[in-house]
């Protein structure tokens, strides 16, 4: 445990690291770089209502993310979160109007397992490519991103269609306030606690199963695990259906939470964000809840930039870039430093 | 060579470091001129390291390297090219889809430009043929036998006026004939007036093909180069094991472990194979030929409990898909295996390993390990597969069951949750063994189970199979050293192309073996 947290400090060395470079780009670039810094310190966590915020985009970036570090660690790249999180959001949305009516105790958990179900099902179809034909599930995941996409917006401008709409996206009828489980705000005790549920399992799943040992294992070398009798399907295409049921779950949670209903391209960094997470995390499972509430935080920040800096809020992408490049030398030079630090014969 | 220095190669105080570890520690030798000189130790004794610190390719920490009775810049390849010292290394590096001139042509001089396969195959066959190397030039070289490549290897070493020629364990990959033939070549060679130096690891071979030898243990040179005809092979052994090493050791292993003389297994007090149904047999099995190596031909085979089961052969004639059909991970074609009086042709290797089946794979590093992954992880493996996948574990106690194991096979690590790659390979093995020879191991395949290994810990590991073996386990031993199976086995089977040529019962007679392993001679089988 004592591991796990130090692994996510010492990601989030590089994640500073990240921030200081862009201080210096956005200073090159004419805007004051200590009160960006301090804006997006200030938007995260320490106005009033900010931990609140963070916390609201930190709990379905953390469900996500845990997934993503699910798969990863068998050694299948799901980089797909993005569509398996579209997709569980557009099938809780069918569900809500197939079932509209019913008594909520029944609805709500439905419409999650709905959600859930999509998401495995968007990761299903990579999962068994790459199985039965080893098709690359980076390249197919990927793809499946794009098709999720365009599905929303045919959703959203077709079958679930709101005719009253009028803004520039398309979006879906809201779903009856009976069955949502937070305001707009999105931050209610029912998604804490789903979100508290997922990461007890998912813990113990890693830690205390055979499971976890032996997807950890196909991770690192599926030729050993070949070897000792394990059927390594059955390892990636479980790993892989988990991930795309949580990733499908904090689509349905962004859907019947804050949103209340889908629009055409919500949300449009949730999954790629949460892959950041998983590996700032280096896949373990409470180093993500930490990553995430940093993430989640740098999310409610944007919304906070263009008042307090003046910087367009899509400088949190570049922050968000700038991380995800800090991150990956941070493997690769840890990786060389190892290779160097161990001569072999 | 009119004013023929003392030396052909000298090495004065050569030292290197890679890191922490010392491969060579002040390493003084001279060898003189026209001579087959041979540099013995067991793996790990730093005779690679030598060789290649004398072709340029390591950098000593300290020392110099002096070649005809010029010192010559250290670490740099053309330095002691320039100044005639080649090396052929244990594993070639010939391109396989090159023919044989182009091979000559290309890998010898580097150069490019247009030509005819018609001229190039003139302009090396003279050359060729100079070092008996009889083959067609315009062959490609993956087509051709090893022993072929090894010559070509030689002649391409040879082709810019050599006058060291530095051979890495030439006789590793070969068969008892094809050592002979490469010691012609190298007798051969002396008469030209080449110096030879042979890095060996047999006490016969260097017997019976060197004028002087050199032995390294542990990185440091213990005696040489001393004249082969003032030495016995009993001293020999006892200066490659070390005096203390060699007192703990069965007089025959010693032996085997060092090749002092043509293995036979004399011994008399073998237990006889208990009488029993087969433990595993297969009838007629034929496979598809896959990445891991070519096919079965109709195998015929059965093991007894209480059996040790040599496989010999030169490498690359089906091995690696023997053992993978037994452990279903061959595409089989036809036949049947039966483990332990279960049909099991059908069956995914996890049911075969809940009957018994263990595996100690070819590749430890590999097939063997995860090594960037835990000890207890890697060691738990096989038990965790037993059960259900969401059955609940306690990693405190895994761990602590593990570290007892680990302990009970005098593994040396720190703590079970270091990487598997930190450890050297006779631990890294002994940690395969401590998880694959369990009370209930019925058949185990040990695949070259000491490649790459120390004395000490090749004795463990042949201690281990025998152990298992007289408590009634069948084992398969697959090895490319004829010593080590030999010493060890109870019947020899001889594998060529993929079939089955030939067995043997000790004593093993190493001529018969050996020209069963070339497909020389028929009728060898008994």
């Given at each position: 445990?004592?591991?796990?947290?130090?692994?996510?400090?010492?990601?989030?060395?590089?994640?500073?690291?990240?921030?200081?470079?862009?201080?210096?780009?956005?200073?090159?670039?004419?805007?004051?770089?200590?009160?960006?810094?301090?804006?997006?310190?200030?938007?995260?966590?320490?106005?009033?209502?900010?931990?609140?915020?963070?916390?609201?985009?930190?709990?379905?970036?953390?469900?996500?993310?845990?997934?993503?570090?699910?798969?990863?660690?068998?050694?299948?790249?799901?980089?797909?979160?993005?569509?398996?999180?579209?997709?569980?959001?557009?099938?809780?949305?069918?569900?809500?109007?197939?079932?509209?009516?019913?008594?909520?105790?029944?609805?709500?958990?439905?419409?999650?397992?709905?959600?859930?179900?999509?998401?495995?099902?968007?990761?299903?179809?990579?999962?068994?490519?790459?199985?039965?034909?080893?098709?690359?599930?980076?390249?197919?995941?990927?793809?499946?991103?794009?098709?999720?996409?365009?599905?929303?917006?045919?959703?959203?401008?077709?079958?679930?269609?709101?005719?009253?709409?009028?803004?520039?996206?398309?979006?879906?009828?809201?779903?009856?306030?009976?069955?949502?489980?937070?305001?707009?705000?999105?931050?209610?005790?029912?998604?804490?606690?789903?979100?508290?549920?997922?990461?007890?399992?998912?813990?113990?799943?890693?830690?205390?199963?055979?499971?976890?040992?032996?997807?950890?294992?196909?991770?690192?070398?599926?030729?050993?695990?070949?070897?000792?009798?394990?059927?390594?399907?059955?390892?990636?295409?479980?790993?892989?259906?988990?991930?795309?049921?949580?990733?499908?779950?904090?689509?349905?949670?962004?859907?019947?939470?804050?949103?209340?209903?889908?629009?055409?391209?919500?949300?449009?960094?949730?999954?790629?964000?949460?892959?950041?997470?998983?590996?700032?995390?280096?896949?373990?499972?409470?180093?993500?809840?930490?990553?995430?509430?940093?993430?989640?935080?740098?999310?409610?920040?944007?919304?906070?930039?263009?008042?307090?800096?003046?910087?367009?809020?899509?400088?949190?992408?570049?922050?968000?870039?700038?991380?995800?490049?800090?991150?990956?030398?941070?493997?690769?030079?840890?990786?060389?430093?190892?290779?160097?630090?161990?001569?072999?014969? | 060579?009119?004013?023929?220095?003392?030396?052909?190669?000298?090495?004065?105080?050569?030292?290197?470091?890679?890191?922490?570890?010392?491969?060579?520690?002040?390493?003084?030798?001279?060898?003189?001129?026209?001579?087959i000189?041979a540099?013995?130790?067991?793996?790990?004794?730093?005779?690679?390291?030598?060789?290649?610190?004398?072709?340029?390719?390591?950098?000593?920490?300290?020392?110099?390297?002096?070649?005809?009775?010029?010192?010559?810049?250290?670490?740099?390849?053309?330095?002691?090219?320039?100044?005639?010292?080649?090396?052929?290394?244990?594993?070639?590096?010939?391109?396989?889809?090159?023919?044989?001139?182009?091979?000559?042509?290309?890998?010898?001089?580097?150069?490019?430009?247009?030509?005819?396969?018609?001229?190039?195959?003139?302009?090396?066959?003279?050359?060729?043929?100079?070092l008996d190397v009889q083959?067609?030039?315009?062959?490609?070289?993956?087509?051709?036998p090893i022993e072929t490549?090894q010559g070509?290897?030689i002649?391409?070493?040879?082709?810019?006026?050599?006058?060291?020629?530095?051979l890495?364990?030439p006789t590793a990959v070969l068969s008892p004939a094809g050592i002979d033939m490469l010691f012609a070549r190298v007798r051969r060679l002396k008469?030209?007036?080449?110096?030879v130096?042979l890095?060996l690891?047999k006490?016969r071979e260097v017997l019976g093909i060197a004028?002087?030898?050199?032995?390294?243990?542990?990185?440091?040179?213990?005696?040489?180069?001393?004249?082969?005809?003032?030495?016995?092979?009993?001293?020999?052994?006892?200066?490659?094991?070390?005096?203390?090493?060699?007192?703990?050791?069965?007089?025959?292993?010693?032996?085997?472990?060092?090749g002092?003389k043509a293995p036979?297994?004399?011994?008399?007090?073998?237990?006889?194979?208990?009488?029993?149904?087969?433990?595993?047999?297969?009838?007629?099995?034929?496979?598809?030929?896959?990445?891991?190596?070519?096919?079965?031909?109709?195998?015929?085979?059965?093991?007894?409990?209480?059996?040790?089961?040599?496989?010999?052969?030169v490498?690359?004639?089906?091995?690696?898909?023997?053992?993978?059909?037994?452990?279903?991970?061959?595409?089989?074609?036809?036949?049947?295996?039966?483990?332990?009086?279960?049909?099991?042709?059908?069956?995914?290797?996890?049911?075969?390993?809940?009957?018994?089946?263990?595996?100690?794979?070819?590749?430890?590093?590999?097939?063997?390990?995860?090594?960037?992954?835990?000890?207890?992880?890697?060691?738990?493996?096989?038990?965790?597969?037993?059960?259900?996948?969401?059955?609940?574990?306690?990693?405190?106690?895994?761990?602590?069951?593990?570290?007892?194991?680990?302990?009970?096979?005098?593994?040396?690590?720190?703590?079970?949750?270091?990487?598997?790659?930190?450890?050297?390979?006779?631990?890294?093995?002994?940690?395969?063994?401590?998880?694959?020879?369990?009370?209930?191991?019925?058949?185990?395949?040990?695949?070259?189970?000491?490649?790459?290994?120390?004395?000490?810990?090749?004795?463990?590991?042949?201690?281990?199979?025998?152990?298992?073996?007289?408590?009634?386990?069948?084992?398969?031993?697959?090895?490319?050293?004829l010593d080590?199976?030999?010493?060890?086995?109870?019947?020899?089977?001889?594998?060529?192309?993929?079939?089955?040529?030939?067995?043997?019962?000790?004593?093993?007679d190493i001529g018969l073996v050996g020209a069963a392993m070339t497909g020389a001679a028929?009728?060898?089988?008994?």
């Amino acid at each position: 445990m004592k591991d796990s947290l130090f692994t996510v400090v010492r990601s989030l060395i590089f994640v500073v690291l990240a921030l200081i470079l862009c201080a210096l780009v956005f200073q090159l670039a004419g805007y004051n770089a200590p009160v960006t810094l301090w804006a997006v310190l200030d938007g995260a966590f320490l106005r009033s209502g900010a931990i609140e915020q963070s916390l609201r985009w930190a709990l379905p970036l953390f469900i996500t993310a845990v997934g993503v570090g699910i798969s990863f660690r068998a050694g299948f790249f799901n980089i797909g979160a993005q569509g398996q999180f579209y997709v569980g959001a557009i099938s809780a949305a069918f569900a809500a109007e197939a079932v509209k009516g019913g008594p909520a105790f029944l609805v709500i958990p439905t419409l999650l397992l709905a959600g859930m179900l999509g998401g495995a099902l968007w990761a299903l179809w990579p999962g068994l490519l790459r199985l039965r034909s080893g098709t690359d599930e980076v390249i197919t995941t990927l793809m499946g991103n794009f098709m999720a996409g365009l599905l929303l917006v045919y959703v959203t401008s077709g079958p679930l269609k709101d005719p009253s709409g009028s803004g520039q996206q398309a979006s879906s009828r809201p779903l009856d306030p009976a069955y949502r489980i937070s305001d707009s705000l999105g931050l209610s005790p029912t998604i804490i606690m789903i979100a508290v549920v997922v990461g007890i399992l998912m813990w113990l799943l890693v830690n205390r199963t055979a499971f976890g040992v032996l997807a950890s294992l196909a991770g690192r070398n599926g030729t050993m695990v070949e070897w000792q009798g394990a059927r390594l399907w059955k390892l990636g295409l479980s790993s892989f259906l988990v991930s795309g049921a949580l990733a499908g779950l904090a689509g349905t949670i962004e859907f019947m939470g804050p949103n209340g209903r889908i629009a055409s391209g919500f949300l449009p960094a949730h999954g790629f964000t949460a892959i950041l997470i998983a590996l700032v995390a280096n896949l373990s499972v409470l180093g993500t809840a930490v990553a995430a509430v940093f993430f989640g935080g740098l999310a409610s920040a944007a919304l906070y930039l263009p008042i307090m800096a003046g910087l367009p809020s899509a400088a949190i992408d570049i922050i968000n870039a700038a991380i995800a490049l800090f991150i990956t030398a941070k493997s690769t030079f840890i990786d060389r430093v190892m290779r160097l630090g161990g001569p072999k014969t | 060579m009119s004013n023929s220095p003392q030396s052909a190669l000298e090495c004065r105080n050569v030292t290197v470091k890679f890191g922490d570890v010392t491969a060579l520690s002040e390493v003084s030798a001279s060898f003189a001129p026209g001579q087959i000189h041979a540099v013995v130790g067991q793996n790990g004794a730093g005779k690679t390291t030598f060789a290649r610190v004398a072709a340029g390719l390591v950098q000593p920490t300290l020392g110099a390297v002096n070649v005809m009775g010029r010192d010559i810049r250290t670490g740099q390849v053309s330095e002691s090219r320039a100044a005639g010292v080649e090396l052929v290394h244990q594993s070639f590096a010939l391109p396989p889809s090159f023919t044989v001139a182009e091979t000559m042509e290309f890998g010898a001089t580097g150069k490019g430009g247009i030509y005819s396969r018609k001229g190039l195959a003139e302009k090396w066959r003279a050359h060729l043929a100079g070092l008996d190397v009889q083959t067609d030039l315009n062959r490609r070289i993956r087509d051709l036998p090893i022993e072929t490549q090894q010559g070509i290897e030689i002649a391409r070493a040879l082709v810019t006026d050599a006058r060291v020629l530095i051979l890495d364990e030439p006789t590793a990959v070969l068969s008892p004939a094809g050592i002979d033939m490469l010691f012609a070549r190298v007798r051969r060679l002396k008469e030209r007036g080449v110096t030879v130096i042979l890095i060996l690891h047999k006490i016969r071979e260097v017997l019976g093909i060197a004028d002087t030898v050199t032995v390294l243990r542990g990185g440091r040179k213990v005696e040489g180069p001393l004249p082969v005809a003032e030495v016995s092979g009993e001293r020999l052994a006892n200066l490659i094991v070390g005096e203390a090493v060699a007192k703990t050791l069965d007089r025959h292993d010693r032996d085997a472990l060092v090749g002092t003389k043509a293995p036979a297994h004399e011994d008399t007090d073998q237990p006889v194979p208990a009488a029993g149904p087969a433990i595993l047999s297969m009838k007629a099995v034929s496979t598809r030929p896959d990445s891991g190596g070519i096919a079965l031909d109709g195998i015929d085979l059965e093991i007894r409990p209480g059996e040790i089961v040599g496989i010999a052969g030169v490498e690359g004639n089906g091995q690696k898909t023997l053992v993978r059909a037994i452990s279903a991970l061959a595409d089989l074609e036809g036949g049947s295996i039966n483990l332990a009086g279960q049909d099991v042709t059908r069956q995914p290797l996890a049911v075969r390993r809940r009957i018994g089946l263990r595996i100690i794979p070819f590749e430890r590093n590999v097939e063997g390990l995860s090594l960037t992954s835990s000890l207890w992880q890697n060691w738990s493996a096989r038990e965790l597969l037993q059960g259900s996948l969401l059955k609940s574990i306690r990693p405190a106690a895994i761990r602590d069951a593990c570290d007892r194991a680990l302990k009970a096979w005098s593994v040396h690590y720190n703590n079970a949750g270091q990487r598997a790659g930190s450890l050297s390979g006779g631990n890294a093995q002994k940690v395969i063994l401590a998880r694959e020879i369990d009370p209930d191991a019925k058949l185990i395949i040990a695949a070259q189970p000491t490649r790459g290994l120390d004395i000490g810990a090749t004795a463990f590991v042949w201690q281990a199979l025998r152990q298992a073996r007289d408590r009634g386990a069948a084992i398969l031993l697959i090895s490319s050293d004829l010593d080590e199976l030999f010493d060890i086995s109870d019947r020899v089977v001889v594998m060529l192309s993929g079939r089955l040529n030939g067995e043997f019962h000790a004593p093993f007679d190493i001529g018969l073996v050996g020209a069963a392993m070339t497909g020389a001679a028929a009728g060898a089988s008994a």
